[in-house]
C-alpha cells in the first residue's frame, strides 16, 4: 500500500487550471506539487495550502526538467508515489484513485489511456490521434509492451524506481518532452510491472490554442529517445 502520494503538475503559462485542478485533488492525495515552469501569466500566484506545494523555475526550461523538479521535491517529502498530469486540465483529478488501484495491485508504473476500453477521448484533433497511434504502435513494436496510449503523460509510478542506477534521470537532455518517453522505455525495459488503465482527456473545444507541442520540433524531442535507447546510443 502506498502511504503518501505526490501529483506533479507541470505549468507553463496555463493561467488558472493548476489552481482548480488543486481544489479537485482526491483526499488520498498528500501535496500536489504545482511546478511553474517559468510563466509569465501570474497563473501560478496560488495561495499556499496544506496539500500544495509550489515549486519554480526563474525562466522555462522544459517539460522534463519540469517533471524532475516535481519528482525531487515529492522525494524530499516523503512521497512513495506519484502521479504526474496535465497541468492545463486536460486530466481529471477525479480518475487518480483509478491509478493507485494498480500501483496498491503491486504494479510500478502504470499508464493511464485514453484508447483503452472504458477510456474516453474528447476533441482530439484529427492529425494529431493519427500521430499518436502511429508513435504508439512503434513503441509497442520495439518494447513488446501492448500499450495503446504511449503519449498520455497521465502516469503513476513509486518514486522507489528512481533508484534504480540504469536510470538516469538528471541527464540534460532530457529538460524537454524527452524525459516521459525515456522513463516510460526504461520502466518496461527494465522489467518492471507496468500496466494501462482507462482514463479520459479533454482538448478545448477551441483548437487554435489546444496544446504547446510545436509541430516538428517537440514531436521528435519525443521520437529522440525512442531512437537513441533503441540503437543504444544513450542509456
Request: proline fraction near 5%.
Amino acid at each position: 500500500m502506498h502511504s503518501r502520494v505526490g501529483v506533479i503538475l507541470p505549468v507553463y503559462n496555463e493561467g488558472a487550471a493548476a489552481a482548480d485542478l488543486v481544489r479537485r485533488m482526491p483526499d488520498v492525495v498528500s501535496t500536489a506539487f504545482v511546478v511553474d515552469d517559468g510563466s509569465s501569466d501570474g497563473g501560478c500566484d496560488i495561495p499556499a495550502g496544506p496539500r500544495m506545494a509550489l515549486v519554480r523555475h526563474s525562466h522555462n526550461l522544459g517539460i522534463g526538467a519540469a517533471i524532475r523538479s516535481g519528482l525531487r521535491a515529492a522525494q524530499a517529502a516523503g512521497c512513495d508515489v506519484v502521479i504526474v498530469m496535465a497541468g492545463n486540465g486536460k486530466d481529471r483529478p477525479e480518475e487518480i484513485p483509478a491509478l493507485l488501484a494498480k500501483i496498491d495491485d503491486g504494479y510500478d508504473y502504470v499508464q493511464g489511456s485514453r484508447f483503452a476500453k472504458g477510456g474516453q477521448s474528447v476533441n482530439l484533433p484529427l492529425i494529431r490521434g493519427i500521430l499518436i497511434h502511429g508513435f504508439t504502435l512503434v513503441f509497442r513494436l520495439l518494447t513488446g509492451f501492448n500499450g495503446t496510449d504511449v503519449t498520455n503523460g497521465f502516469r503513476a509510478y513509486r518514486l522507489a524506481l528512481l533508484g534504480d542506477a540504469r536510470i538516469r534521470l538528471d541527464q540534460r537532455w532530457l529538460d524537454r518532452y524527452e524525459l516521459e518517453y525515456y522513463l516510460h522505455w526504461k520502466f518496461i525495459k527494465l522489467g518492471y510491472r507496468v500496466c494501462e488503465v482507462p482514463v479520459s482527456k479533454t482538448y478545448p473545444a477551441r483548437r487554435g490554442n489546444y496544446s504547446k507541442i510545436r509541430p516538428v520540433v517537440d514531436w521528435w524531442h519525443m521520437v529522440r529517445p525512442v531512437l537513441l535507447l533503441a540503437l543504444h546510443l544513450r542509456t
